[in-house]
């Protein structure tokens, strides 16, 4: 019988050790989530949604462009849930092929993020009445903004990615830079660097995801 090159065994131990390596990253790429899903909705929202709220409530009150004070704020929770609807369908589609600790590990992340978003807004609620409107977007902007970079961070902790840490870490740092900078220039700092972060951190996780590295 005539074995195909496929079928010989390979011919060094450090051959073997390759092959190992060859398919855990194979395995590692089917079975963690696309990071354009993870990544792209999110960078679009947070791009759009608040580039609105700079054109409508600027710095100092001012109005760049005279949008219904409803818009900025509907836009951007529909991209919100858009972008979220998009994230759990690429985390379904590679957690649903696993069971055991990572499978746990998605789920529990999932319903953190789910908790955390719900407390957010019930607390605010019921504080930003008592603030002048300007404090009060400021407050509900830097409060998600916060609250996303820190559950990048502990994501990138639980999973030991490179790369959501530090999209975590780069949120966390602009949304301090844009607190400090007032009202206005919050929602500029964190579309363009915020969204636009995103954005670039889903191109660098895609193309190290197709390389292996």
């Known amino acids: ?46 791009l759009v949604g608040f580039s609105l709220f700079f054109l409508r409530f600027g710095p100092d009150d001012r109005v760049f462009v005279n949008l219904p004070e409803w818009l900025p704020l509907t836009v951007l929770f529909v991209l919100l849930a858009a972008a979220g609807t998009l994230g759990a369908i690429g985390g379904a589609r590679a957690y649903g092929q696993v069971t055991g600790d990572s499978s746990r590990r998605g789920q529990w992340y999932g319903i953190a993020w ?75 700092i964190v579309a363009v660097a915020g969204g636009g972060g995103m954005l670039v951190g889903g191109v660098i996780a895609w193309l190290r995801r197709g390389s292996g590295s």
């Open 1 to 46: 019988m005539i074995l195909d090159d496929d079928d010989l065994p390979p011919a060094s131990p450090a051959e073997t050790l390759r092959l190992i390596r060859q398919q855990q990253a194979e395995t590692a790429r089917h079975l963690s989530p696309d990071p354009r899903l993870v990544y792209w909705p999110w960078g679009v929202a947070w």
């Open 114 to 188: 789910m908790l955390g978003f719900v407390t957010y807004g019930v607390t605010l609620g019921r504080v930003t009445d008592h603030l002048p409107d300007d404090l009060a977007r400021l407050l509900w902007a830097a409060g998600a903004v916060g609250l996303t970079g820190v559950l990048h961070l502990a994501g990138g902790a639980i999973w030991l990615d490179r790369n959501l840490f530090r999209l975590g870490i780069w949120l966390t740092l602009i949304n301090i830079v844009g607190v400090y900078a007032g009202p206005g220039w919050h929602a500029l």
